[in-house]
Protein backbone atom coordinates (compact mmCIF):
# COMPACT_ATOMS: atom_id res chain seq x y z
CA UNK A 1 0.00 0.00 0.00
CA UNK A 2 1.16 3.20 -1.12
CA UNK A 3 1.93 6.00 1.74
CA UNK A 4 -0.20 8.69 3.33
CA UNK A 5 1.27 11.78 2.02
CA UNK A 6 0.52 14.85 4.07
CA UNK A 7 1.66 18.25 3.49
CA UNK A 8 2.28 20.40 6.85
CA UNK A 9 1.31 23.88 5.04
CA UNK A 10 0.45 27.40 6.25
CA UNK A 11 1.70 30.61 4.40
CA UNK A 12 2.47 32.60 7.72
CA UNK A 13 5.65 31.87 9.36
CA UNK A 14 6.08 31.39 12.97
CA UNK A 15 3.18 29.06 13.92
CA UNK A 16 4.63 25.86 14.36
CA UNK A 17 4.99 24.41 10.66
CA UNK A 18 8.41 22.59 10.20
CA UNK A 19 8.11 22.13 14.94
CA UNK A 20 5.18 19.95 13.49
CA UNK A 21 6.79 18.33 10.91
CA UNK A 22 10.11 17.02 12.36
CA UNK A 23 7.66 15.75 15.10
CA UNK A 24 4.81 14.50 13.54
CA UNK A 25 7.38 12.52 11.68
CA UNK A 26 9.80 11.12 14.91
CA UNK A 27 7.01 10.44 16.58
CA UNK A 28 5.13 8.14 13.92
CA UNK A 29 8.47 6.27 13.35
CA UNK A 30 8.48 5.84 16.95
CA UNK A 31 5.39 3.83 16.84
CA UNK A 32 7.51 1.70 13.86
CA UNK A 33 5.83 3.50 10.82
CA UNK A 34 7.84 3.88 7.95
CA UNK A 35 8.16 7.50 7.43
CA UNK A 36 9.69 10.11 4.63
CA UNK A 37 10.09 13.49 5.81
CA UNK A 38 10.60 15.66 2.79
CA UNK A 39 12.02 19.01 3.17
CA UNK A 40 11.09 21.48 0.88
CA UNK A 41 11.65 24.71 2.87
CA UNK A 42 14.74 26.27 1.16
CA UNK A 43 15.31 27.22 5.34
CA UNK A 44 16.38 23.70 5.83
CA UNK A 45 14.93 23.56 9.05
CA UNK A 46 13.37 20.60 8.96
CA UNK A 47 16.81 18.61 8.47
CA UNK A 48 18.81 20.40 11.42
CA UNK A 49 15.88 19.71 13.76
CA UNK A 50 16.38 15.93 13.13
CA UNK A 51 20.40 16.67 12.85
CA UNK A 52 20.62 16.64 9.40
CA UNK A 53 23.00 19.13 7.89
CA UNK A 54 23.71 21.02 4.39
CA UNK A 55 27.28 20.48 4.97
CA UNK A 56 26.67 16.94 5.28
CA UNK A 57 25.50 16.04 1.49
CA UNK A 58 25.92 16.82 -2.17
CA UNK A 59 22.34 16.62 -3.68
CA UNK A 60 19.14 17.77 -1.91
CA UNK A 61 15.42 18.45 -3.60
CA UNK A 62 16.49 21.03 -5.55
CA UNK A 63 18.53 18.50 -7.40
CA UNK A 64 15.39 16.38 -7.59
CA UNK A 65 12.76 19.23 -8.36
CA UNK A 66 14.97 21.12 -11.55
CA UNK A 67 17.45 18.21 -12.57
CA UNK A 68 15.24 15.60 -12.11
CA UNK A 69 17.45 12.98 -10.14
CA UNK A 70 15.58 9.95 -8.63
CA UNK A 71 14.55 10.89 -5.25
CA UNK A 72 15.75 7.45 -4.08
CA UNK A 73 19.22 9.19 -4.59
CA UNK A 74 19.16 11.75 -1.75
CA UNK A 75 17.33 10.68 0.69
CA UNK A 76 19.30 9.76 4.07
CA UNK A 77 18.79 7.40 7.20
CA UNK A 78 18.37 9.48 10.54
CA UNK A 79 19.06 8.75 14.34
CA UNK A 80 15.41 7.10 14.09
CA UNK A 81 15.34 3.49 12.68
CA UNK A 82 12.38 4.46 10.92
CA UNK A 83 12.94 8.10 10.09
CA UNK A 84 14.02 9.02 6.59
CA UNK A 85 14.71 12.30 5.45
CA UNK A 86 14.71 13.56 1.71
CA UNK A 87 16.70 17.24 2.74
CA UNK A 88 16.39 20.50 1.19
CA UNK A 89 18.71 23.18 0.41
CA UNK A 90 18.80 27.11 0.08
CA UNK A 91 18.98 26.42 -3.65
CA UNK A 92 15.57 25.70 -3.30
CA UNK A 93 14.79 29.66 -3.24
CA UNK A 94 15.94 29.50 -7.46
CA UNK A 95 14.16 26.50 -8.11
CA UNK A 96 10.84 28.70 -8.25
CA UNK A 97 12.31 31.08 -10.80
CA UNK A 98 13.93 28.35 -12.79
CA UNK A 99 10.52 25.88 -12.95
CA UNK A 100 8.61 28.36 -14.30
CA UNK A 101 9.12 27.34 -18.03
CA UNK A 102 9.50 23.91 -17.08
CA UNK A 103 7.37 20.94 -18.38
CA UNK A 104 4.65 20.00 -15.78
CA UNK A 105 6.10 22.12 -13.45
CA UNK A 106 3.10 21.30 -11.02
CA UNK A 107 3.88 17.81 -10.31
CA UNK A 108 7.36 17.70 -10.34
CA UNK A 109 7.94 16.21 -6.59
CA UNK A 110 4.70 14.42 -7.07
CA UNK A 111 6.17 12.18 -9.99
CA UNK A 112 9.37 11.74 -7.35
CA UNK A 113 7.62 10.99 -4.54
CA UNK A 114 5.55 8.15 -6.52
CA UNK A 115 8.79 6.16 -7.03
CA UNK A 116 9.19 5.68 -3.24
CA UNK A 117 5.90 5.89 -2.05
CA UNK A 118 5.29 1.98 -1.44
CA UNK A 119 8.32 1.85 0.49
CA UNK A 120 6.61 3.97 3.68
CA UNK A 121 3.76 3.92 5.47
CA UNK A 122 3.73 8.01 6.03
CA UNK A 123 5.51 10.86 4.32
CA UNK A 124 5.44 13.81 5.94
CA UNK A 125 6.43 17.41 3.52
CA UNK A 126 7.48 20.77 5.15
CA UNK A 127 5.94 23.51 3.21
CA UNK A 128 7.97 26.71 3.30
CA UNK A 129 6.25 29.45 4.38
CA UNK A 130 4.69 31.02 1.38
CA UNK A 131 1.93 29.65 -1.51
CA UNK A 132 4.37 29.29 -4.54
CA UNK A 133 5.54 26.96 -6.66
CA UNK A 134 6.98 24.86 -4.05
CA UNK A 135 4.15 24.85 -1.86
CA UNK A 136 2.07 24.09 -5.25
CA UNK A 137 4.10 21.17 -5.86
CA UNK A 138 3.33 19.60 -2.21
CA UNK A 139 0.00 20.21 -2.36
CA UNK A 140 -0.31 18.32 -5.87
CA UNK A 141 1.90 15.53 -4.51
CA UNK A 142 -0.84 15.48 -0.88
CA UNK A 143 -3.34 13.10 -0.23
CA UNK A 144 -3.88 15.37 2.49
CA UNK A 145 -2.50 18.99 4.11
CA UNK A 146 -2.30 19.75 7.63
CA UNK A 147 -2.74 23.26 8.74
CA UNK A 148 -0.82 24.36 11.64
CA UNK A 149 -2.48 27.81 13.44
CA UNK A 150 -0.89 29.21 16.11
CA UNK A 151 -3.57 30.91 18.58
CA UNK A 152 -3.75 34.27 17.92
CA UNK A 153 -5.62 36.01 15.59
CA UNK A 154 -2.96 37.45 13.46
CA UNK A 155 -2.22 33.84 12.25
CA UNK A 156 -6.03 33.49 11.41
CA UNK A 157 -6.41 36.35 9.12
CA UNK A 158 -3.93 34.01 6.24
CA UNK A 159 -5.89 31.03 6.88
CA UNK A 160 -8.96 32.11 4.15
CA UNK A 161 -6.09 32.56 1.82
CA UNK A 162 -4.49 29.33 2.36
CA UNK A 163 -8.13 27.22 1.88
CA UNK A 164 -8.80 28.85 -1.32
CA UNK A 165 -5.56 28.14 -2.65
CA UNK A 166 -6.21 24.56 -1.47
CA UNK A 167 -9.78 24.31 -2.77
CA UNK A 168 -8.11 25.59 -6.02
CA UNK A 169 -4.93 22.68 -6.28
CA UNK A 170 -8.22 20.52 -5.74
CA UNK A 171 -9.74 21.82 -8.69
CA UNK A 172 -7.15 22.03 -11.35
CA UNK A 173 -4.68 19.64 -9.95
CA UNK A 174 -4.99 17.40 -7.43
CA UNK A 175 -8.85 16.30 -7.26
CA UNK A 176 -8.03 14.09 -4.19
CA UNK A 177 -6.14 16.55 -1.66
CA UNK A 178 -8.54 16.51 0.98
CA UNK A 179 -7.91 18.63 4.67
CA UNK A 180 -6.61 16.08 7.05
CA UNK A 181 -7.51 18.74 10.02
CA UNK A 182 -6.25 22.18 11.59
CA UNK A 183 -3.94 21.73 14.31
CA UNK A 184 -3.91 24.79 17.34
CA UNK A 185 -0.05 25.36 18.10
CA UNK A 186 1.65 27.17 20.67
CA UNK A 187 -1.17 27.53 22.99
CA UNK A 188 -0.84 29.14 26.37
CA UNK A 189 -3.91 27.87 28.58
CA UNK A 190 -3.32 30.42 30.75
CA UNK A 191 -3.67 33.27 28.33
CA UNK A 192 -7.35 34.77 27.80
CA UNK A 193 -6.57 35.52 23.86
CA UNK A 194 -5.38 31.65 23.11
CA UNK A 195 -8.42 30.53 24.82
CA UNK A 196 -11.04 32.75 22.95
CA UNK A 197 -9.32 31.91 19.55
CA UNK A 198 -9.66 28.24 20.27
CA UNK A 199 -13.36 28.82 20.91
CA UNK A 200 -13.62 30.39 17.52
CA UNK A 201 -11.65 28.31 15.54
CA UNK A 202 -13.59 25.23 17.07
CA UNK A 203 -16.97 27.18 16.62
CA UNK A 204 -16.08 28.11 12.85
CA UNK A 205 -13.99 24.40 11.93
CA UNK A 206 -16.12 22.13 14.10
CA UNK A 207 -14.93 18.92 13.65
CA UNK A 208 -12.20 19.95 11.14
CA UNK A 209 -10.17 20.83 14.30
CA UNK A 210 -8.04 18.39 15.82
CA UNK A 211 -8.97 17.05 19.56
CA UNK A 212 -5.65 18.15 20.84
CA UNK A 213 -3.75 21.39 21.03
CA UNK A 214 0.44 21.95 21.11
CA UNK A 215 1.41 23.64 24.26
CA UNK A 216 3.66 27.03 24.14
CA UNK A 217 6.96 24.54 25.54
CA UNK A 218 10.49 25.76 26.36
CA UNK A 219 11.20 22.18 25.58
CA UNK A 220 10.26 22.14 21.64
CA UNK A 221 11.74 25.46 21.30
CA UNK A 222 15.17 24.38 22.57
CA UNK A 223 15.30 20.79 20.64
CA UNK A 224 16.10 21.71 17.35
CA UNK A 225 19.16 23.91 18.66
CA UNK A 226 20.47 20.03 19.49
CA UNK A 227 19.32 18.85 16.37
CA UNK A 228 16.78 16.29 17.87
CA UNK A 229 13.19 16.12 17.87
CA UNK A 230 11.05 16.72 21.17
CA UNK A 231 10.69 12.35 21.58
CA UNK A 232 14.82 12.40 21.81
CA UNK A 233 15.21 15.60 23.59
CA UNK A 234 12.31 15.39 26.54
CA UNK A 235 10.02 12.66 26.02
CA UNK A 236 8.71 13.48 29.35
CA UNK A 237 7.79 17.10 28.27
CA UNK A 238 4.40 18.49 27.60
CA UNK A 239 5.16 19.25 24.08
CA UNK A 240 6.57 15.38 23.45
CA UNK A 241 3.33 14.18 24.83
CA UNK A 242 1.10 16.44 22.62
CA UNK A 243 2.48 15.06 19.19
CA UNK A 244 2.66 11.71 20.29
CA UNK A 245 -1.10 12.16 20.62
CA UNK A 246 -1.04 13.30 17.44
CA UNK A 247 0.61 10.57 15.89
CA UNK A 248 -1.41 8.01 17.84
CA UNK A 249 -4.76 10.21 16.28
CA UNK A 250 -3.52 10.28 12.85
CA UNK A 251 -2.50 5.96 13.24
CA UNK A 252 -5.68 5.14 15.02
CA UNK A 253 -7.75 7.30 11.94
CA UNK A 254 -6.02 6.05 8.91
CA UNK A 255 -6.23 2.52 10.36
CA UNK A 256 -9.80 2.86 10.68
CA UNK A 257 -10.32 4.29 7.28
CA UNK A 258 -7.87 1.31 5.01
CA UNK A 259 -10.42 -1.27 7.75
CA UNK A 260 -13.30 0.42 6.29
CA UNK A 261 -11.90 0.04 2.93
CA UNK A 262 -10.90 -3.26 3.16
CA UNK A 263 -14.46 -4.01 4.28
CA UNK A 264 -16.06 -2.22 1.16
CA UNK A 265 -13.34 -3.53 -1.78
CA UNK A 266 -11.92 -6.70 -0.20
CA UNK A 267 -8.11 -6.83 0.30
CA UNK A 268 -6.26 -5.87 -2.71
CA UNK A 269 -2.13 -6.38 -1.69
CA UNK A 270 -0.73 -4.46 -5.22
CA UNK A 271 2.32 -5.70 -6.66
CA UNK A 272 4.62 -3.27 -5.81
CA UNK A 273 7.73 -2.84 -9.06
CA UNK A 274 9.44 -0.34 -7.06
CA UNK A 275 12.86 -1.14 -6.88
CA UNK A 276 13.44 -1.04 -2.95
CA UNK A 277 17.26 -2.61 -2.77
CA UNK A 278 18.79 0.96 -2.58
CA UNK A 279 17.02 1.63 0.88
CA UNK A 280 18.45 -0.97 2.84
CA UNK A 281 22.05 0.17 2.02
Known amino acids: MSARIIAISNQKGGVGKTTTSVNLAACLAAAEKKVLLVDLDPQSNAGSGIGIYTHEYSQSLYN ?7 IKNIILHTELKYLDIAPSHQDLI ?24 ELYDYIIIDCPPALGLLTVNALTASQFVLIPLQCEYYAMEG ?21 E ?53 DIASKGAAAYLELAAHLIKKHENTNSQ ?13 VDTSWHDR
Open 64 to 70: VLVEEVA
Open 159 to 179: LSQLLKTISLIKKRLNPNLEK
Open 181 to 233: GILLTMHDKRNNLCTLVEKDIRHHFTDEVFPMVIPRNIKLSEAPSYGKPIILY
Open 94 to 117: GAEVELVSAFGRENRLKEALDTVS
Open 261 to 273: NNKNLGLNIPDSS
